[in-house]
Each structure stands twice: as structure tokens, then as C-alpha cells.
């Protein structure tokens, strides 16, 4: 029985470079390692695979029967978690079909369809299902989901051979010539094995050899500082009070912020440093005196913040600070009477006690300091922190597709973070990255897989469609906000809206592999649409359509240029067919001419696309543009780098 997970449809994209700090992706010892792992890997996955056919056990009664009872159990707790009976509950119930779900599993042998409905239903990107009790019936759905469908077989043992027989020649294939479509399919077959739980091995050296990081990317110390740093000049309010004189002043701060990396393998670590100097003017009243000073204030503050794909959290700042005040005059409230007596005691008084309060103004500087810097760095990684999640974390983890390699670090000159963009269903990158590019401020290096398991994770399955061109346009999926603008700016926007000939159209992508890329030697970077259906003019059922793109450098941006279109029919397999008839070859052409049609209004495939110097906003935007200065792809991995100009 062959399962996919066709309605999980989520997004992940490598965040704006506003949140850079909280998203960079690298391993600091990788490259090290990968040659001893994958020989190791070798050797392990040749022995998984002569030993996981005879270590097969068949699927009991019993086993069975527990995978059923921990489906139910795990769907009475998420109705006590929604509250069953309330309006929220019922709304939730309706939504995953659990009424349908729980009937089937009533019976003797459930009907497959309803829980795959609501296996469906709970992998989608719906704010709350990234919470336990919907992934824990999630979880125990699909195990019994596989669990039942392999034991309906006439034989358990001859039907897994078969699997494990076709999987071994994928992975040889894979292994001479890997491919997308090859990764895919592999990628389907070991998550079945993964969820049956019979052959761990098998499965875990296919993940070594094959799932290897794939997105990297790594910001320089230098550009790092440079964000981070800040020139201080503000002015304000100061109130306090020492040794019972209530102070009231303004105080003028300059100095500097910087960043620095600490070394660290298990998370990123930043130290900001804020070094300044503030000089208030000062009024205190204690009784009848009015005393008025300067106050200088020397001081620094360290403010040590870590990343993880866990949690973003800062220590509590250390503020090192130093108070020294010139006392101007003392004077009476109000003058008259005893203002000469009020002001030679008062003077004799703060002169006395003069070391005693600059001790205590340091004190209370130090706490304030410490504040401050505590609330604005709280408040910034508050709001990356808030990014990070909206843009890339919660709409995996609602589907199930979060990744589960995803490293941040920092050595003594980067900030770095690495992740295999790969859920259980999924390979990553067969290869090792390619070297760093010397002297860059920003490097990316992206492998194919990870493009393309994401583009899968987003859109398999999906319909794009445009009634109106006014409108532009729309998705039959949640998509999120940034790929939404983008959408917008990059489509949208160019795309004629008085075009008298506009013909409203709908494309279904492929349920497994929607949208291909492929980073291809001589810098060429291929794109696959892989068609289900394509309403337009005509009707186009199973097409892939290649579009072949060249970089170009230039005004601190790449422009990929877009040669012609290409069209291939494509069989029930979803293989493009090697030879086609004279209808197909009418329809191609017929394909091929409406897509270049609608390119040069602006819609469908696009002829140009275009990466712009990076001009970083909000609080990096001192850190100045950014110029892409390398564009390169090779053996499945593109490199682009960046430095500050």
C-alpha cells in the first residue's frame, strides 16, 4: 500500500536579512566529518539492507490492536484539550472529521479513507495544530494508518521484501545519477519503513548518507558588528533619589554598541557590548536646600544572547558603570530669610557626604543601565524571535515538517547555522557543501533538495489560479505573508491588468513533487513546473514545463535570465515519457505557446528573476546595502555571496 502525504502543504523560506541573526544556519566542524561519515554511512547501509528483510516481523492482531487503542486515546485527549462540548471544540471536530474518524475505528476493520481525511486535516498550516495533543493524534494516526495497510496484505513478508526490493534499487540508482524525482520517491518509501518501525537501521543509514545538511549560510563577524553597532546621542529624563535628596535632570549619552561572536558548537552566542558616557544637569531638594550639579556617568554594559531553534534568550546584562559629580551650588528654596545659614550648612553637608553619594549614584546608574539594555534587547529578540516562528517554524511544525537538524553556532569570527531541510519523508543534500568563499560578509549555500523539499512541503498538491486580473493572483493554500508580497512585487505587479485578451486560468501542481530546481554545472539554474492539469485556452493534463536561467551580476544584484520554455508529457508514473504521439506534440506546442504567452504579460513562468542588492532595514539598517558579488552552482549546490559596500 503505497501512502503519501499529500495534504501537507507548508512553507519555510530563508528569513529576510532584517532577522538574520536569528536565522543563520551553519556546522562549524561539517566539513570534517562528512568524508569519515559517509564511508561509515556506506558500510552501515549495505549491511541495513542485507539484514532488514530477514529481522521482518509480521504485523500481529495485538500490535494492531494497540496502534488502534492509542489512536483513540490520543483523540479523547485532544477533545478534553479543545473542550468537546464547547464552541471552539466543536469547531475543531467538525474541521478534522474526527466524528467519521471515530466511527471507523469502531469497527472490526476501519475504512482507511476517513482517517486519512483527518490525518489530512491535521497537517495543514492552521494556527494551533503545531501543539502537542494534535500531533500526538497526528503521530498515532499515521502509524496506523501503515501499521493497518501492511497487514491486510495476503503476505506481510513478501510485500515488505517488495518494498525493500525497489528501494534498494533506487538507492543504487540514486547513488550513480541522484535526482529529484529519485529523492522523492526514496525519501516516501522510508518514512513507511520509519512509521512500521521495523527496520531502524535501514532507515537511519539512508538518512546519514542521504541527509546531509543542506542550507548553510554564515555571516561574518565584521557584518555582524556592523549591524549591531549603534553611534548613541540621546537625551533623557533622570529622576532619583539619594541620601533623601529627590534629583531631577536631563542627561546627554553618547557612545557606541558593538557585537561580538563567542564561540560556541550547540548555539549562537553574541555578546553586545555598550560602552558611553552621560552627563546630566541635575536639581536635588532635601528640605529647604536646592543643590545643583553635573553628574558625569562612565560606563559599560555586556549583554550575552543566545540562539537556539528552540528558544531565543539573552542573559541578564553586567554593567560596569562610574559616578563622579561636581556640585555647583547649594541654595535655599525660594531665597530670603536664612538663604546664606541654608546654603554654608548645605554645602558643608554635600561636600561630607559627596564620596558617600557618587557610590550610590553609581549604584542606582548601574541599575538603570542595566534596565534599559535588558528591556531594548528583550523587545528586539522578542520580535526576531516572533519572525522566526511565524515565517519559518510554526507552519512546519503544524504540518509535521519540522526539520530536526537545525543548528545554530558561532565561532570567534561568525555567526552560523545550519539545518537539513527535510522532514521524515524527505533526503537532503548526497553531497558535501561546497568551500566558503574567502573575505565574504554573507554566504548562502543551498542545495537542490532543499529547494525543492521545500517548494514540495509548500505547494504539492496546490492550485494557482487567476479570474481576474485585477485581483491577481491566488493560492488555494495558506501562503505565507513574506511569499505573499513577494508574490505580489514579483508577479502581480508586472503582470498587465487592461489586457482585453485575458483569459481566466488554474494550474494544479504535481501531489508529490509541485515545482524542481536543479543547480546544474556553468552556472544554470533549472526550473521544472511538474503539471497536474492546467486550465487555460486549452486543457493540459500531466506536463512538465523546464525553463533553463543564466546569472548576471550587476548593480549589486543577480538577474537570471530565462531561455526558452521546454515541455514533456508525462506518464501515470510521473515519468516524462521518452517518445510521444503527433496529439502530444500538437499539445506541447499549443502548451509552450500559451506559458511564453502569459510570461510576456507578466504571468506564469517568469522570463527574468531578480535578487537585489540586500538593503537591510530596522535595526540592521546601518549595517549599509549589501552587493552580490559571487553567483555560482555546481553539483546540485548554489553559492551566492554577499559584502557590504
Known sequence: MRLTRVQRLASVRFPAWASV???????????????SAVAKADDDLATALSTAREKFTSITDDQLAAAKADVSKQIQALENFVGAK???????ISYLALGDTKKELSAAQPDLAPLMITYGELNRDENGLELSPFRRVSDSLWKYINLSGLSRTDNQADAYGKKLDVLASELDEYQKQPSSALASSIGRRIEVFRVLGQSPELVAAIKTKFAQPNALVEASDNLLSASAGENLNRTDPITDSILGTSIHGTGHTTGSVSAKTVPSADRATVQLTTKGHTESENVGRNGPAVIRSTAHTDFTANKVVELTDAAFQAKPAQVDAHVKSDVHSVSKAGGGLGSNLVARMGMSQVQQKHAQADSIATDHAQGRIRGRVDQEVRDRLAKARQRYDDDYRLPLARRGELPDDIRFSTTDDSLLLQLTQASHAQLGAPTAPPAVPANKDLVVRVHESATNNYLATLLAGATISEDDPEHGTKADVPLPKWLRDA???????????NDPDFQPWSLKFNSERPIEVSFEDGNKLRVILHIAHLSSAHDFTRWDVTGTFTPELADGGVTLRRQDLDAYPVGPDLKPLTSHSATQAGEKQNLIDELTKRSDQGRGFPKTIEIKEIKPTGDFAKAGPLAANEFTTHDGWLTVAWNRE
Open 21 to 35: 541573526v536569528a536565522t543563520m544556519l551553519l556546522s562549524a566542524t561539517f566539513g570534517l566529518s562528512f568524508v
Open 86 to 92: 464547547s464552541s471552539n471544540g466543536k469547531q475543531w
Open 487 to 497: 508574490w505580489e512585487k514579483r508577479l502581480d505587479k508586472h503582470a498587465a491588468t
